[in-house]
């Protein structure tokens, strides 16, 4: 039997931390939503890449490359001072594979500096103890990996079977809360595999979620009657999670469309390695202005404006967002090209001639 306490078996050493490290956050995120509650203007979560290229190629995703260098540190920085001025709350840092950026350590140290809660989005391959304690050591307070099936196949080597050991370490050694989250839907060939990863996670102590895979539009793909079931089940065992806050997700899995008003490019924006601005992961192009050129007028106009892809929409990060201002503010615009504000010319100062006071 290993040492430790609870289902993860974690040291108290790692519970204490663990624990301290959950009330600081929580108590972050609660300010977060009591400001989001009170002011539309401020961003609440930024969904920001330091590198596209991963290290796996899972058929179904169109977000990543196997080339991209990384973001340079300086320029990571730069973008996380534009976004703390906006006011944001929430970062979260993805890819591609964030854990192949070299200083991405430094880039969590630069978010918490700045008042932001930092979390991430891995694919967990490569984790290991001393990884998870040095993330542990930059403040990462959030970090949630995706596991596709329980053994590894041609569509995602993202397997219950390969990432076992990883989710173990987490349990045993990690001092942010960690979710695991499983899937549904198109290119899943065994829905059994969600629901055996899901009660996984909840027996290591984890928290556990299951998302529907959407098509490269990011468009709703309707679950079958087992895929309901299971859907529903994992549901039940997510109680301590954040899906107690994804009750869309219900008609989503029954191919119903959705009645929410989405506010990205507003509340939620997706900043590419590129550091443009986007409506999401899978919307990319739109707006796809500078983020040092994307002015307050900006924000507000895309909180304003109706998205058409909206009734059909999977991205779970981008409605729970919505979940703050569903209750108001009526969306009346459409979409329109947007175009970056045309430079100032540089102001020369002229100096006076000889004698003039």
Known sequence: MPK?????RASLKVWFWRVLRFLHTRTKEVRAILKALVSTAQPFLVHIIPIRRCNLACTYCNEFDDFSA?????EMKKRLDILADMGTSIITISGGEPLLHPELDDVIRHIRRRGMIA???????LLTRERIEELNDAGLEHLQISIDNTKPD?????????LDQKLELLARSAYFQVNINSVLGSGVKDPEDALSIARRAVDLGLTSTVGIIHDHNGQLKPLGPREIEIFEEIMTLSKRSFSRFNSFQHDVAR??????RCRSGARYLYVCEDGLVHWCSQQRGYPGIPLEQYTPEMRHRQFYTEKYCAPLCTVSCVQQVGMLDNWRAPQ???PMPVTPPAAQPELVQIAPARGES
């Open 119 to 125: 979390g991430m989005i891995t694919n967990g391959f």
């Open 70 to 74: 990384p973001v340079p540190m300086e």
């Open 255 to 260: 191919g119903k469309a959705h009645r929410w």
């Open 332 to 334: 009346t615009l459409k």
């Open 4 to 8: 430790g306490y609870g289902k993860s």
């Open 154 to 162: 041609e569509v995602s080597k993202k397997s219950l079977k390969t």
